[in-house]
């Protein structure tokens, strides 16, 4: 299952509501580090399909999110369990750091 687009009008059926972990990446398409982190998001929703949610929000496309979470820097990750925001990290992340993240 690849990343899903997270938008204000499905953010509480997919993040909120989800029956699983979310990792959420905050970006824009014009960030050299979110483009670094790309790959390893896809290969993290690839492989952990079963047991975890990857969701990518465009902070240009949504700044009420963006402004809901106080994101300043992108990338940010952002990590959902059971409609709660658990952990919260800036900047670009190595797949290992991630991992970790999700623990």
């Known amino acids: 299952m690849a990343e899903l687009k997270i938008t204000a ?3 509480e059926n997919e993040v909120l509501h989800s029956d699983k972990p979310v990792l959420l990446d905050f970006y824009a398409d ?3 580090p979110c483009k670094m982190l790309s790959p390893i998001l896809h290969e993290l929703a690839e492989e952990k399909s079963g047991a975890l949610k990857v969701g990518k929000i465009n902070v240009d496309e ?6 809901q979470f106080r994101v300043m820097s992108i990338p940010t990750l952002m990590v959902f369990k059971e409609g709660k925001n658990v952990k919260r990290d800036v900047g670009a992340k190595s797949k290992a ?3 970790e993240m999700l623990k």
């Not at 949504?62 to 402004?67: I, N």
């Open 9 to 11: 009008a499905n953010f």
């Open 97 to 99: 750091e991630i991992l």
């Open 30 to 32: 014009w960030c050299g």
């Open 62 to 67: 949504q700044p009420e999110l963006a402004s």
